[in-house]
C-alpha cells in the first residue's frame, strides 16, 4: 500500500487516539461528583465542602500546560518519528485517569488531571493533528478539521460512558475503568501511525494554479523566525480570542444548565453532550468551509455568531431551555470550527516543515483561554450568583477577534 493510500489509515489511527485524549473535554461530568467524592473522603461539609466551581483550577491547569508537552513533543518528533511521541503520550494520558481514580484530594487530582492529563494531551493532540494536516495538501483544511473533530467527539461520548458508571459504581472507577481503556486503545492506534515524509505530494494531485502561485513563494518558518513576524501574534491573540467563550462554557457547560435554567443533573448531561456534539461538528463545517472561501474569512464569520450565541446565554433564564439549546449549539460550532481551522492555518502561513513546533507554540493562544475563562466564569457566578458578566467578557473578546481578522487582512495584503 502506497502512502497516497496508506495516509488514510493514519488518519483513522489518529482520530481514535484523539478520541481518547479528548475525554479532557468531558471535565464538567466529573467536576460535580468529583466535589462530593472528595468533600466526604475529607469530612468537608456545607460552606467547607469542595464545590465544582472551586475545582475549576484542575480543568484550568490542564489546558494552560498543553502547549510545554505539544512544542516539546514537535522537537522529539523529528528524533524518534510520530509514533512513539504517540504512544508515550496516550499512555501517560491513560495513567493520569488512573491516578484521578485513586485521588482524595484536590492536589491529587489537580496532579492526575491538570498536569499528567494536560502534558500528555498536549504531547498527542499536537502530533496527531500536524502530521495528519501533512499528509493531506489537497484536503488541509478538512482533514485538519477532521483530525480535531475526533477530539471533540470524544466529550459526547465519554459523558455517557462516565455518568453510566458513576451511576452503577461511583466516579472513582469511571477514572479507573477508561484510564486502563485509553491505554489499551491507544498503544494499539499507535501502531499504524506514519511520519508524513517532508514535501510529500499525493499521486495525482495537482496544485491549482493560484495555490502553485503561493507555493512558489512559500517559506517554511522554523519556530524562531515564526516569532519574528507580526502575523504571528495577531494569529495567536486572535486564537485566544476564538476560544475563549468555548472553554468559557465547556467547564461549566453542566452546571450553567443547572444555576441558570434549573435543570436537573441528567438534563444537564444532554446539555454537556449537545455542546460537545456541535463542537465536533463545527470542527468538520469549518475545516470544509475555509477550504472554500479561506481560513480568515470563515474566523470572521464564527466570530460574529459567536456573538449571538452569547447573546442568547445572556437571555436564558429559568425554563429557558430553548435559548440555552440555541446559545449552546452555536458555541458550539464556533469553537468547534476554530479549532478546526488553526491546524491548517499555521500550517499554510508557516510552511509544513516545522508545523508540529509551531502549531505547538500557537497553541498558546488557545491555552490562555484555557485557564483563564474557566477561573473567570466561576468567580464571577460565585461573586454574583449569575453568568451575565462572563458571557459579556466573552463577547467582548468575540468583538477583538472580528477587528483582528481585518487587521491580519491588511498586513497581508
Same mark, same amino acid.
Given at each position: ?16 487516539i484523539n ?5 479532557? +473535554?468531558?471535565? /464538567? ?15 468537608l /461539609?456545607?460552606?467547607?465542602?469542595v ?8 480543568? =484550568? ?12 513533543g ?5 528524533? %524518534? ?11 501517560? !494520558?491513560?495513567?493520569? !485517569? ?43 483544511g ?44 491507544? !498503544?494499539?492506534? =499507535? ?21 502553485n ?7 517554511? +518558518? ?56 456541535f ?10 468551509? =475555509? ?14 455568531? =459567536? ?31 476554530f479549532?478546526?481551522? +488553526? ?20 497553541? %498558546? ?30 463577547? %467582548? ?16 495584503k
Amino acid at each position: 500500500m502506497n502512502l497516497t493510500s496508506r495516509r488514510w489509515l493514519v488518519l483513522i489511527a489518529s482520530c481514535l487516539i484523539n478520541l481518547c485524549i479528548g475525554a479532557l +473535554y468531558a471535565w /464538567s461530568v466529573f467536576a460535580s461528583p468529583m466535589a462530593e467524592h472528595i468533600s466526604a473522603v475529607q469530612g468537608l /461539609s456545607g460552606d467547607n465542602a469542595v464545590t465544582a466551581s472551586s475545582l475549576a483550577i484542575v480543568f =484550568s491547569i490542564a489546558n494552560v500546560v498543553g502547549p510545554i508537552t505539544m512544542i516539546g513533543g514537535g522537537k522529539l518528533v523529528r528524533t %524518534i518519528g510520530p509514533r512513539f511521541v504517540i504512544m508515550i503520550g496516550g499512555i501517560w !494520558f491513560g495513567l493520569g !485517569f488512573l491516578i484521578c481514580g485513586f485521588a482524595g484530594s484536590v492536589p491529587g487530582l489537580i496532579f492526575g488531571f491538570g498536569i499528567c492529563c494536560g502534558l500528555a494531551m498536549g504531547m498527542t493532540y499536537g502530533c496527531t493533528v500536524s502530521n495528519c494536516v501533512k499528509f493531506f495538501p489537497d484536503k488541509r483544511g478538512l482533514v485538519g478539521g477532521i483530525a480535531t473533530a475526533s477530539y471533540g467527539l470524544s466529550s459526547v461520548l465519554v459523558p455517557i460512558i462516565a455518568n453510566a458508571i458513576i451511576s452503577k459504581m461511583d466516579v472513582t472507577m469511571a477514572f479507573k475503568i477508561l484510564g486502563i481503556a485509553i491505554v489499551i486503545i491507544v !498503544f494499539a492506534a =499507535s501502531l499504524l501511525i506514519l511520519p508524513c515524509p517532508d514535501g510529500f505530494v499525493p499521486e495525482g494531485y495537482v496544485a491549482p494554479l493560484s495555490d502553485n502561485t503561493k507555493a512558489s513563494k512559500a517559506k517554511d +518558518y522554523t519556530w524562531s523566525e515564526m516569532l519574528k513576524t507580526k502575523e504571528f501574534y495577531v494569529m495567536m491573540v486572535l486564537m485566544c480570542c476564538g476560544a475563549f467563550m468555548g472553554m468559557m462554557i465547556i467547564s461549566q457547560a453542566s452546571p450553567i444548565a443547572q444555576n441558570q435554567v434549573l435543570m436537573s443533573s441528567q438534563a444537564a448531561a444532554v446539555v454537556v453532550s449537545v455542546l460537545a456534539l456541535f463542537n465536533t461538528g463545527g470542527r468538520i463545517l469549518g475545516g470544509f468551509i =475555509s477550504d472554500l472561501i479561506g481560513q480568515i474569512n470563515t474566523l470572521t464569520i464564527l466570530l460574529f455568531c =459567536s456573538i449571538v450565541g452569547l447573546f442568547m446565554l445572556i437571555i436564558t433564564g429559568e425554563g429557558s431551555a430553548f435559548t440555552l439549546y440555541a446559545g449552546i449549539c452555536i458555541i458550539g460550532i464556533c469553537f468547534g470550527g476554530f479549532m478546526g481551522i +488553526y491546524p491548517g492555518f499555521t500550517n499554510e502561513k508557516f510552511g509544513a516543515k516545522y508545523s508540529s513546533v509551531n502549531y505547538g507554540i500557537m497553541f %498558546i493562544g488557545f491555552a490562555f483561554s484555557g485557564f483563564f475563562a474557566p477561573i473567570i466564569i466561576g468567580r464571577i457566578y460565585s461573586m454574583q450568583g449569575t453568568y451575565v458578566a462572563a458571557y459579556y467578557a466573552a463577547m %467582548i473578546l468575540s468583538i477583538l477577534g472580528i477587528a483582528l481578522t481585518f487587521i491580519y487582512r491588511i498586513m497581508n495584503k
